[in-house]
């Protein structure tokens, strides 16, 4: 059956479109007519305005276009939004917003106090690789698909796990916790480790997990999370009764799919990720190369000095 029986609000989420573009506005309202009002603001760069739409557009595409429909057929889909979601959109998003909005939103005690906890890199690890894990454990997954308040905080909380994963790698706050040089490398390695039994459970599991994916009346009441209760009513009559309408993916396949794309996709955006923290890494290096010499000199003659 094609997805068009399920409408117009159920394919293009207009309402969360409408959202995302007045955050847009707010946005630019901020950092451009209103910035002077604020102490310590500077200009809005070409970089951070294209970080920033580009996250909004990526968003809009994951969670209300087509996409976020099809991620609720089809669990190869969902992996894919998580991949992109979490490992794309997060890293984005911290880097399209300006340090000094950062700033302004760090005077906050109680978010500053969460923020230089949570990011600290090995609980910031340890929260991102549990989060994940967990949200993709199959009597979670299920229930949180089944309640569209429980879906949208667990969400919430997987991508505010991501953010904080991301913040000591992307940020450039001077203050906050950061990894430095060549340990970003282990850091991104450590956490493609951490996620890596979930992806292989899903991977090489021999029998489908999720019943939201394959029993029909729970997958009926997942959908209810992006389409319309009225369309859903207006459609008991087509005899609908679960994915496999939709496609000719056994659950399995499409199971280990789902997981074998989300392993692909995190290893593809992660080596291009090493090869940025790398180039920069070589890059300071050979600027500051004079610098570095001189340091070690120095440690080299107080080691000598102290004999």
């Known amino acids: 059956m094609p997805l068009s029986i399920f409408g117009f609000r159920a394919l293009w989420s207009p309402y969360y479109a409408l959202a995302l573009l007045a955050v847009v506005v707010l946005y630019f309202l901020i950092t451009v007519k209103w910035r002077h009002k604020f102490e310590n603001s500077t200009a809005l760069t070409k970089k951070e305005a294209s970080f920033f739409l580009l996250g909004m557009a990526l968003l809009y595409i994951l969670k209300g276009s087509p996409v976020d429909l099809l991620g609720h057929i089809l669990f190869t889909v969902h992996m894919v939004q998580m ?94 916790p950061k990894v430095h040089g060549l340990k970003k490398i282990g850091y991104v390695i450590l956490s493609a480790i951490l996620i890596t039994p ?3 459970l899903i991977i090489f599991a021999d029998t489908p997990m999720y ?86 000199l120095l440690k080299h003659q107080a080691l000598h000095s102290n004999r």
């Open 83 to 176: 991949a992109f979601l979490l490992l794309l959109v997060a890293p984005i998003f911290i880097m399209g917003i300006p340090n000094w909005i950062w700033e302004k939103i760090f005077e906050v005690k109680i978010i500053d106090k969460i923020f230089r906890f949570f990011t600290k890199p090995l609980i910031a690890l340890l929260m991102f690789g549990l989060a994940f894990s967990a949200y993709h454990y199959p009597m979670i997954l299920d229930e949180v698909k089944l309640s569209l308040i429980g879906h949208a905080l667990f969400t919430t909380v997987v991508f505010m796990s991501a953010i904080f994963y991301w913040w000591p790698v992307v940020n450039t706050l001077e203050d906050q």
């Open 198 to 200: 979930a992806c292989t």
């Open 211 to 296: 019943a939201t994916y394959t029993d029909g009346e729970a997958w009926l009441q997942a959908m209810a999370l992006c389409v319309p209760s009225g369309t859903l009513a207006g459609l008991s009559g087509l005899g609908i009764s679960g994915p496999e309408m939709f496609t000719d993916m056994s659950p399995l396949y499409d199971q280990q799919l789902g997981g074998i794309l989300m392993k692909v996709s995190q290893e593809l955006i992660y080596v291009f990720v090493i090869g940025k923290i790398f180039y920069s890494w070589a890059n300071d290096e050979r600027k500051n190369a004079d610098e570095i010499t001189r340091q070690e």
